[in-house]
């Protein structure tokens, strides 16, 4: 059997230090994430002190996205990631009008269009979009979402309390 030299023959070469790279950043966010206490630091906020990496997290990560890719295709996972994205988008808008709302400086036209009209049609437009993703990408983006907000809402004691925030400024 002979292999040819062509950029199809094995497309994966290009993929997979990109998968490796993400995966480590995604082990090393949930390591800050665990370090800092937002997730539970017994498991995520261990670090492999002989490599001085987070297994835990990596293998955790790398099971997810074995799951993923037996599960599902390409184009499936590229709407997941839409879901969350445009889902971020929409909330990075309304916090833009509550900003808007909340401080009593003038309202000029140019804030007017930059702070109420532009997070408005910005708003709408992602969840036109969003809200156009097949329903089996709103039902599994969902089930994740939930999961999530039942989380934080156990963390938060009923969101009684503050959540957890992350610290950046440690390495």
């Excluded at 070469?13 to 998968?19: D, F, L, Q, T, V």
């Excluded at 929409?90 to 000029?108: C, D, H, I």
């Excluded at 089996?136 to 925030?165: C, E, H, P, S």
């Amino acid at each position: 059997m002979t292999f040819s030299s062509s950029a199809n023959s094995f497309p994966e070469k290009k993929s997979a230090p990109s998968g490796i790279t993400g995966q480590a950043g995604a082990a090393r966010l949930l390591y800050g994430m665990g370090r800092d206490g937002v997730l539970p630091r017994k498991f995520f906020g261990r670090l492999d002190h002989k490599h001085a990496e987070p297994s835990w997290n990596l293998l955790l990560i790398g099971a997810l996205v074995l799951a993923g890719a037996l599960s599902l295709n390409y184009e499936e996972t590229a709407r997941l990631i839409n879901f969350g994205a445009f889902l971020a988008f929409m909330g990075v808008n309304l916090a833009t009008l509550k900003e808007f709302f909340s401080r009593k400086e003038a309202r000029t036209s140019m804030r007017v269009v930059t702070e109420l009209i532009s997070p408005i049609v910005g708003f709408l437009t992602c969840a036109m979009i969003w809200r156009a993703l097949p329903l089996k990408t709103l039902l599994i983006g969902g089930v994740w979402l939930a999961v999530g907000i039942i989380y934080l809402a156990i963390r938060t004691r009923g969101f009684r309390q503050g959540a957890v925030a992350i610290d950046f400024s440690q390495g």
